[in-house]
């Protein structure tokens, strides 16, 4: 089992409101991402960060934001939701190097209303 | 930027039976790794295979990697209907620090 945690695991939010969605690791890894899924389909990376004050946008855009302050802390978040937001968030993390496998945090469905 | 490709997008198998996915990737890679999701779960990694390797064991899971065709190839030997779930490959380029790029995904689905 993964030492990787989200929160919140389900999100239903109005359109237009800030939401920060919560990625923790207790691995000591540098390296953090976030990844965007809808339902059945592939997985796009629209953050990642390869240790503290380092962040870089992925290969999808995306409007949202991240930060990492904290090795061990990577939160995401939306200024305005938009229905268009609407899908799975998974955050992962990995040691630095091209060997290292990523784990997966359970995910964070959010759907914006 | 879409990297890997699996082949077959559904799989549909009895329990005892053997899984076949495949996986098509387009650039040079450091390592090919296969990764299966759960629905609604987050990914969990199965088996890292390096450029230099043509195949690797884990319990019921072989792996192959062919880089002259740029494919890999899960095979799950002996289903259950627990290895229901989606499969999916991730490349990894030879530079460091590069993320993994994640293909579409194989829906396994084994019934007993």
């Known amino acids: 089992e993964a030492d990787i945690y989200q929160t919140p695991r389900y999100l239903v939010i109005g359109t237009g409101k800030k939401i920060t969605l919560e990625c923790s690791q207790t691995m000591g890894h540098d390296k953090m991402y976030w990844y965007q899924q809808d339902p059945g389909m592939e997985l796009h990376l629209i953050h990642y960060s390869y240790g503290v004050n380092s962040t870089e946008k992925g290969d999808l855009s995306s409007e949202s934001t991240v930060s990492r302050i904290r090795t061990e802390h990577f939160p995401l978040t939306l200024e305005s939701a938009r229905p268009s937001h609407t899908s799975q968030y998974l955050c992962a993390s990995s040691e630095y190097g091209r060997d290292y496998e990523q784990y997966f945090g359970p995910g964070t469905r959010l759907t914006v209303t | 930027s879409q990297q890997g490709e699996e082949d077959p997008q559904a799989l549909s198998i009895q329990e005892g039976e053997n899984a076949t996915m495949n996986c098509s990737y387009k650039t040079s890679i450091n390592n090919l790794q296969w990764y299966r999701q759960n629905s609604g779960r987050g990914l969990v990694h199965l088996i890292l295979?390096?450029?230099?390797?043509r195949e690797k064991h884990s319990g019921r899971l072989r792996v192959t990697l062919d880089t002259s065709k740029k494919s890999s190839s899960l095979l799950i030997t002996a289903s259950r209907a627990a290895d229901t779930a989606s499969y999916f490959c991730a490349t990894a380029a030879n530079q460091a620090g590069t993320a993994l790029i994640f293909g579409k995904g194989t829906t396994l689905s084994v019934s007993s």
């Open positions: 295979i390096r450029s230099n390797e």
